[in-house]
C-alpha cells in the first residue's frame, strides 16, 4: 500500500525557517512526480511546490517562489520541502503527495503537517 | 494565472438524487498534446483530498461508477449519480495545464 508520512511541522516565528519532510514507501520513489500542496486553517487547497522524479527541475507558484525550496533524496525515499522567510500566511496543514504516474495530479496524500507561523 | 470557479459553492442532496457540481477555468485546458489537464477532488471531513477524476472523465482506482466527470476546454462537471452518505465533503477541482491551481471547493451535504 503506497504510504507516504510528513513530519517537520510546528510553530515558528515570521521570517523564521522550517524543513518539512515525507517519507514514502511502497513504490519506486524515483519514478514518480512528486507535488506538496497546503491548505489554510478552513481554507482550500493551494499548489505549494512540485519535482521531477530525477530532481532536475522544480515548480513554485509565486507566491512561494524564492522562499521555498523542494528537494527529494531517492536513494532515503524522502521528499522535502525547505521553508525560509515564513510568513503569517504561510499557516496551513502541508500534504505532500505523489503524481499519478504519466498525469500532471497527485493520486496519492499523505495525511498532513501542521505549520503555523506566529510570533 | 488560471483561474477556476466552482459553483454551486455548497449544495444539500438528499440520499438518492443526483447531485452536479459546475466547475469553469480561465483558459482552456486542452493542451497541444490532445489531453486536458483537468481533475476532481474529494476532501472528506478530517482526511486528505482524494482523487476521483482525471483529465476530465477517467475514474481513479477504486471511485464508484456513481461519479462521472464531463465537459472540454473550459467548462467541466462532476456528476453524482446518486448521493450517498459516505460523499459528504468539500469538492475541488483542478488544473495543471500551467503550473496548478484548484477551484475554491464545494461543500456537499445530506438532507
Known amino acids: 500500500e503506497v504510504q507516504l508520512l510528513e513530519s517537520g511541522g510546528g510553530l515558528v516565528q515570521p521570517g523564521g525557517s522550517l524543513r518539512l519532510s515525507c517519507a514514502v514507501s511502497a513504490f519506486i520513489f524515483d519514478n514518480y512526480v512528486m507535488t506538496w500542496v497546503r491548505q489554510a486553517p478552513g481554507k482550500g487547497l493551494e499548489w505549494v511546490s512540485t519535482?521531477?522524479?530525477?530532481?532536475?527541475?522544480?515548480y513554485y507558484p509565486d507566491s512561494v517562489k524564492g522562499r521555498f525550496t523542494v528537494s527529494r533524496d531517492n536513494s532515503k525515499n524522502a521528499l522535502y520541502l525547505q521553508m525560509d522567510s515564513l510568513r503569517v500566511e504561510d499557516t496551513a496543514v502541508y500534504y505532500c503527495a505523489r503524481d499519478k504516474w504519466l498525469v500532471r495530479a497527485p493520486d496519492y496524500w499523505g495525511q498532513g503537517t501542521l505549520v503555523t507561523v506566529s510570533s | 494565472d488560471i483561474v477556476m470557479t466552482q459553483t454551486p459553492l455548497s449544495l444539500s442532496v438528499i440520499p438518492g438524487q443526483p447531485a452536479s457540481i459546475s466547475c469553469k477555468s480561465s483558459q482552456s485546458l486542452l493542451n497541444s498534446d490532445g489531453k486536458t489537464y483537468f481533475y476532481w477532488y474529494l476532501q472528506k471531513p478530517g482526511q486528505s483530498p482524494q482523487l476521483l477524476i482525471y483529465?476530465?472523465?477517467n475514474r481513479f482506482s477504486g471511485v464508484p461508477d456513481r461519479f462521472s466527470g464531463s465537459g472540454s476546454g473550459t467548462d467541466f462537471t462532476l456528476k453524482i449519480s446518486r448521493v450517498e452518505a459516505e460523499d459528504v465533503g468539500v469538492y475541488y477541482c483542478m488544473q495543471s495545464i500551467q503550473s496548478r491551481t484548484f477551484g475554491q471547493g464545494t461543500k456537499l451535504e445530506i438532507k
Open positions: 519535482i521531477t522524479g530525477s530532481g532536475d527541475k522544480t
Open positions: 483529465e476530465v472523465s
